[in-house]
T-cell receptor, first 115, second 111 residues
Framework: SAVISQKPSRDICQRGTSLTIQCQVD?????MFWYRQQPGQSLTLIAT?????????ESGFVIDKFPISRPNLTFSTLTVSNMSPEDSSIYLC????????????FGPGTRLLVL | DAKTTQPNSMESNEEEPVHLPCNHS???????IHWYRQLPSQGPEYVIH???SNVNNRMASLAIAEDRKSSTLILHRATLRDAAVYYC????????????FGQGTTLQVKP
């Protein structure tokens, strides 16, 4: 299993500003992912955070808006840039091995409200 | 990615069994069937997964149809703490490892 922590747990931000969310795992993991969960909705995958290379973004998400870093196998950051009220969501970090049989573990999420 | 279809919501009485269905008619031979659940105000948590055979663990059982086009998550005795959104997800082979979530089934457990 993997224990994941996220910082901050919640924040209220002004539009036009940026927020960086940190994800820390208690063990080295191969795959790290960032998800967004808008109010009352399911989870949407933003990107796969690749260690030592650029993140792989899903359709509808771009690096300029959601820059991601992954400097090592236990840590990643997601920045929500130039925020608008539509960015108000829960942002979740998750980790997994590469096998399709492997379990994925999720962090507690960061609740973001943009005013 | 292959899609899954689940009922939007289901209700159960406490201490009764619950059968949560999932259809995945376009499943490929190498897709694993995963179930996750999301309790209120928490991140999703793993419940169970399988490939072809039925699976049991301490949380639940997974019954997989012979043609693999559907599966059922079985909670043997629902408790109030099982009230959550349950997601049925097909995980592809390869090194992407990502999970694509559908809308899931919101399970309400009545005392």
């Amino acid at each position: 299993s993997a224990v994941i922590s996220q910082k901050p747990s919640r924040d209220i931000c002004q539009r036009g500003t940026s927020l960086t969310i940190q994800c820390q795992v208690d063990s080295q993991v191969t795959m790290m992912f960032w998800y967004r969960q808008q109010p009352g909705q399911s989870l949407t995958l933003i990107a796969t955070a690749n260690q030592g290379s650029e993140a792989t973004y899903e359709s509808g998400f771009v690096i300029d808006k959601f820059p991601i870093s992954r400097p090592n196998l236990t840590f990643s950051t997601l920045t929500v840039s130039n925020m608008s009220p539509e960015d108000s969501s829960i942002y979740l970090c998750s980790v997994a091995g590469t096998g399709r049989w492997e379990t994925q573990y999720f962090g507690p999420g960061t609740r973001l409200l943009v005013l | 990615d292959a899609k899954t279809t689940q009922p939007n919501s289901m209700e159960s009485n406490e201490e009764e069994p619950v059968h949560l269905p999932c259809n995945h008619s376009t499943i490929s031979g190498t897709d694993y069937i995963h179930w996750y659940r999301q309790l209120p105000s928490q991140g999703p948590e793993y419940v169970i997964h399988g490939l072809t055979s039925n699976v049991n663990n301490r949380m639940a059982s997974l019954a997989i149809a012979e043609d693999r086009k559907s599966s059922t998550l079985i909670l043997h005795r629902a408790t109030l703490r099982d009230a959550a959104v349950y997601y049925c997800i097909l995980r592809r082979s390869g090194n992407t490892g990502k999970l694509i979530f559908g809308q899931g089934t919101t399970l309400q457990v009545k005392p």
